[in-house]
DNA sequence: TTCCAAATGTAAGCTAGCTTACATTTAAAG
DNA sequence: CTTTAAATGTAAGCTAGCTTACATTTGGAA
């Protein structure tokens, strides 16, 4: 489902991606990140919306212990600092490069703004974008209070398998290629290091799944 | 702090009421709704937004198990259904009246777009309410991933002062007379009914709080 | 005024999942 | 090719908070 959703937003971040114009290009550039580089922090004005070009972008923030905690990884096609649409002022999260190499592109909000105001197709895409991005918040919220660990897990790999998943043509099984480590995925579901992980090594005793460091299958019934 | 927002969000939406120009008036009414009656359903179609103009409405879901979840309960002058705003075509959610004379103003969502488009001031005000939405969601899962039980208790207290507290002029407390039942709080901040109970009466023994059904008094330190 | 259904109060017993601690494996950097 | 920090695997012990069950109180309906 988010899978269709990812296309369309490519079609309209694509479209809008101010790169592709020639005279946007002479003043503005892709920004360039290497590993572990920092593209706003928290607290930084809000002042832009970002679309990925090329690479992995972790959003997260720090709790009051210290301790990272992760909202999202995203990847190329993908936007992120979207908030700063709907009026936030300073960062409520940060957002760090993964690779070596990721390359994204900043839209200011005035821009984005304008564009909605004078494209009503584009306004309506953007109010969707939005609206997933609430359902996945509510979606999450729901299954953090309702659904035992090995529930939301399972939830999780089927989200992921959305985004990074294809089917094996051979076995059929749906193989995710992902960025995540298991102290990632821990910390998005809401539960231990040490749980999720003996979750993972019960769901492949089970033949449910199998997994190494970046892989995960998803066996066929 | 969100009181501030619902102030300014009164200036949005009392503006955009269509019941203060007469040739509305004429075609349509504001919507009177007795105790229990839903003004939605799940599933329903989501065409329009809501104005409270007197009384209260629960928002919330039903679970497979047929239990009735919380997620917030809106009185005078707060909106809700918002998230047809943002592309959303089906309810995800029921609105039911709780008063025996509640009144909402329904506006539909295409004349909520429109003027959005040829007002930036409200489009940017609109967007602003939003954001605030997007972010208490984001504190309530937080609080549900790191705070244990008694801690996200205090959260929603102070909530709950924000919107219906109001300073005692005796003695200093702060008394908050809300629309809540144990239950209802309980399934807000993901606690059982008897453990929400229990923090209660321990807040009250040690003099955080006195409560009785419809008022609760946070004590001055 | 009485009655009833809903709301609130309370306790016992159980368990999912946390914390902590440590071992093992892996991949990236020099 | 070695080194090393990060990632992953595993186990023991503990506890917050759940479930269940029941008692008591309360406000509104009749």
């Given at each position: 489902?988010?899978?269709?959703?990812?296309?369309?937003d490519?079609?309209?971040?694509?479209?809008?991606?101010?790169?592709?114009?020639?005279?946007?290009?002479?003043?503005?550039?892709?920004?360039?990140?290497g590993?572990?580089?920092?593209?706003?922090?928290?607290?930084?004005?809000?002042?832009?919306?970002?679309?990925?070009?090329?690479?992995?972008?972790?959003?997260?923030?720090?709790?009051?212990?210290?301790?990272?905690?992760?909202?999202?990884?995203?990847?190329?096609?993908?936007?992120?600092?979207?908030?700063?649409?709907?009026?936030?002022?300073?960062?409520?999260?940060?957002?760090q490069?993964?690779?070596?190499?990721?390359?994204?592109?900043?839209?200011?909000?005035?821009?984005?703004?304008?564009?909605?105001?004078?494209?009503?197709?584009?306004?309506?895409?953007?109010?969707?974008?939005?609206?997933?991005?609430?359902?996945?918040?509510?979606?999450?919220?729901?299954?953090?209070?309702?659904?035992?660990?090995?529930?939301?897990?399972?939830?999780?790999?089927?989200?992921?398998?959305?985004?990074?998943?294809?089917?094996?043509?051979?076995?059929?099984?749906?193989?995710?290629?992902?960025?995540?480590?298991?102290?990632?995925?821990?910390?998005?579901?809401?539960?231990?290091?040490?749980?999720?992980?003996?979750?993972?090594?019960?769901?492949k005793?089970?033949?449910?799944?199998?997994?190494?460091?970046?892989?995960?299958?998803?066996?066929?019934?």
């Amino acid at each position: 489902m988010s899978k269709i959703w990812f296309l369309e937003d490519v079609n309209v971040f694509g479209a809008l991606c101010p790169h592709k114009t020639k005279r946007y290009r002479e003043r503005n550039h892709f920004c360039q990140y290497g590993k572990q580089d920092y593209i706003y922090f928290e607290e930084d004005a809000a002042t832009k919306v970002y679309l990925i070009e090329k690479g992995k972008v972790k959003l997260g923030y720090y709790a009051e212990d210290g301790k990272e905690v992760v909202r999202a990884i995203l990847t190329k096609g993908e936007l992120f600092g979207e908030k700063a649409i709907l009026g936030e002022e300073s960062r409520s999260e940060f957002a760090q490069s993964l690779d070596a190499q990721t390359m994204v592109c900043p839209v200011p909000v005035g821009q984005m703004q304008e564009l909605m105001r004078s494209n009503r197709t584009f306004s309506l895409k953007v109010y969707k974008f939005l609206g997933m991005r609430f359902k996945k918040l509510e979606r999450r919220l729901d299954l953090l209070l309702f659904k035992d660990a090995t529930t939301r897990v399972k939830e999780f790999l089927d989200e992921l398998a959305d985004d990074f998943g294809y089917c094996c043509p051979n076995t059929g099984d749906t193989v995710i290629k992902h960025p995540y480590t298991q102290k990632d995925i821990a910390s998005l579901i809401g539960t231990s290091r040490p749980t999720l992980n003996a979750i993972m090594n019960d769901l492949k005793a089970v033949n449910f799944l199998d997994f190494s460091r970046n892989e995960i299958r998803l066996k066929v019934a």
